[in-house]
């Protein structure tokens, strides 16, 4: 079966793609929020920095029925691969998947890289049902699951105002040596280089199960081309971090972004805090103060969505005090490569 190349420049097949993700997201998490229209062409005309990214469809009758994406880091990581792979429900079960997972394989291998990783979205403990179709046909694939990350969902308004008052409390008690600071849009610039050393420590720092990657290293130049990426998609962004009274230095960091479309919902990005930091309630103040200006500044946003390594259970603590419940589950496989 023939993978071909497509024209990410090009209005129409932006459009065809788009059409394809909606259809395969209607019918495997109609639930979920769906791809966002205005952020989803930028993403093919412009990746975002640190990454090169390869396309590969298949087309039946002249319409693109399957899609592969693979993501090929450039700054860091540069023996790993990532790959999406979507097919349109009404073509499944004919060779599609393989053809794309194969053209994944050997876009990853041409590019030198020993590890490659492809998720899938399944079910989880009491969430909706979802259909283990991608997680078996990973299997068959000769792909290892590596990482689960378990996705849940809250009401951005939950606490009842008096236990938020009470939670917050508690937190700064806590946390009496320190003091936040809070944005929404743009990072200020003084942020940029205090807060870049406390993500690149993030991949150390987080469960992130058997997959093969190493931490990433980033500056304050690298911060600010990812906040031009996200505004370039629309994104609307907010975040609080931490810092000792007095220091410098950020210690913790928690981020939500609010996608265009459709509107209403946001996902938690980064939260982290600083190993020696840890044990003062940082995580849950960060988090409380960011959803308390989330809801000032867009009140239309209503949930937000979130998602954990399945064994992170003080993370999970938190964002379950703070009304998360379990939707899903993404499943993330890995292979090395070369195969055989």
């Not at 993978?3 to 109609?30: F, G, K, M, S, V």
């Not at 265009?260 to 103060?289: C, F, N, Y």
Request: hydrophobic share 40%; proline share 6%; with cysteine.
């Amino acid at each position: 079966m023939e993978t071909t190349t497509i024209d990410t420049h090009d209005a129409d097949t932006a459009a065809e793609l788009l059409a394809l993700h909606r259809a395969a997201h209607d019918a495997d998490q109609p639930d979920n929020p769906g791809p966002c229209g205005v952020a989803f062409p930028v993403n093919l005309r412009h990746p975002r920095p640190g990454a090169d990214i390869v396309h590969r469809v298949v087309r039946r009758d002249g319409v693109i029925v399957g899609h592969a994406e693979v993501y090929l880091p450039t700054m860091d990581n540069l023996h790993f691969a990532g790959a999406e792979i979507t097919v349109h429900p009404g073509h499944r079960r004919r060779g599609i998947g393989r053809a794309l997972f194969e053209a994944a394989v050997a876009i990853a291998e041409g590019a030198g890289r020993r590890s490659l990783s492809i998720g899938t979205i399944a079910g989880w403990e009491d969430g909706p049902a979802r259909s283990e179709a991608g997680r078996h046909f990973l299997t068959a694939m000769g792909a290892s699951l590596a990482l689960t990350e378990v996705h849940r969902r809250a009401p951005v308004d939950y606490l009842d105002p008096a236990e938020e008052e009470r939670m917050t409390a508690e937190a700064l008690a806590a946390s009496e040596g320190y003091e936040t600071i809070a944005w929404t849009g743009v990072m200020p610039r003084e942020l940029l280089e205090p807060v870049a050393r406390l993500d690149s420590t993030f991949l150390a720092e987080a469960p992130i199960g058997e997959l093969d990657l190493e931490p990433e290293k980033i500056d304050e130049q690298r911060m600010r081309d990812n906040q031009e990426a996200t505004l370039a998609r629309g994104i609307f962004c907010c975040g609080v971090v931490a810092r000792p009274i007095g220091s410098t230095e950020i210690v913790a960091n928690t981020v939500i972004g609010v996608k265009t479309e459709p509107g209403d919902v946001a996902d938690q990005w980064i939260t982290l805090v600083s190993p020696k930091h840890r044990g003062h309630k940082l995580g849950m103040r960060v988090k409380l103060e960011n959803h308390r200006q989330l809801r000032a500044a867009r009140p239309e946003v209503k949930t937000v969505g979130t998602g954990n390594a399945d064994v992170n259970a003080h993370m999970i603590a938190i964002n379950e005090a703070l009304g998360f419940r379990t939707v899903d589950a993404w499943y993330e496989y890995q292979i090395t490569l070369p195969r055989g």
